[in-house]
């Protein structure tokens, strides 16, 4: 597998997206995986490295970025449209460089709430090809009040920001909680695309039972789930597991 480190521009929104790229080796590039990380977090994901690893000798690519306000990112601002316009400016990318290859996608957290928003904004639903979501943070507004302010509600509502995040904050105001209000996945997803989910019964963040309230009302959405699990999948095998979970649905034909 080689991996590069590169930048592309995101024409929508003029600004540069910093990826990692996950390679085979022998250059023939049958499809292009979007790997998109959780909040606070970057492209420097062990489990995203982990999934290229396993599929690059099938002829995967995966493509890690880091999503506005993340990372090697120049911009602060993070807002639902420019992470949905980042992802778009990336599969434009892709159609143009890789001119034969499929683009799926795989997210983790908030990169799965992403994706679906992504996936309703679809014209023809073969523009995506397989789609994996690990610990998706479906209900992402009621998460992001819950469990990501770590001094609570209460003083985020008094304050009007928090600062979150882990090497690198990320600067939340109440204009972003309206922005999740507003994007809210779990009540207006109505794309018809065939989406595996990958989630833990004991996640911490990311409820279980809204993963299976969620597959519960698509007919294409499908629950794989991995007992015990927590939201980062970190007792012995739990990210093995859902690795090969998510590199087998990729691979089979």
Excluded: W
Aim: charged share 30%; with cysteine; glycine share 6%.
């Amino acid at each position: 597998m080689i991996t590069e480190k590169c930048s592309i521009m995101s024409n929508r929104e003029n600004e540069e997206v910093f990826l990692i790229k996950y390679l085979p080796d022998n250059k023939k590039i049958d499809e292009v995986i979007i790997a998109i990380h959780g909040f606070g977090s970057t492209k420097h994901s062990d489990t995203i490295t982990m999934l290229a690893e396993k599929i690059s000798e099938h002829g995967y690519a995966v493509f890690a970025l880091d999503l506005p306000a993340h990372g090697e990112s120049k911009t602060e601002i993070l807002t639902i449209d420019k992470a949905i316009n980042y992802l778009l400016d990336l599969e434009d990318y892709i159609k143009q460089e890789y001119k034969e290859a499929k683009i799926g996608y795989f997210a983790s957290s908030f990169g799965a709430y992403l994706t679906l928003l992504r996936l309703n904004k679809l014209e023809k639903e073969e523009e995506i090809d397989k789609v994996v979501l690990r610990c998706s943070a479906i209900d992402m507004k009621n998460i992001f009040k819950n469990n990501l302010l770590d001094e609570g509600y209460e003083k985020f509502e008094k304050q009007g920001y928090a600062d979150l995040g882990f090497a690198r904050k990320v600067h939340c105001t109440k204009d972003f909680l309206s922005d999740l209000e507003k994007n809210d996945v779990f009540n207006n997803y109505h794309s018809n695309h065939k989406v595996l989910l990958v989630h833990g019964t004991d996640d911490e963040c990311a409820p279980y039972e809204d993963a299976v309230r969620f597959e519960e009302k698509h007919e294409n959405i499908t629950l794989k789930t991995i007992v015990g699990a927590g939201h980062r999948f970190l007792n012995p095998g739990e990210i093995e597991k859902a690795i090969e979970i998510a590199s087998n649905y990729y691979i089979e034909k």
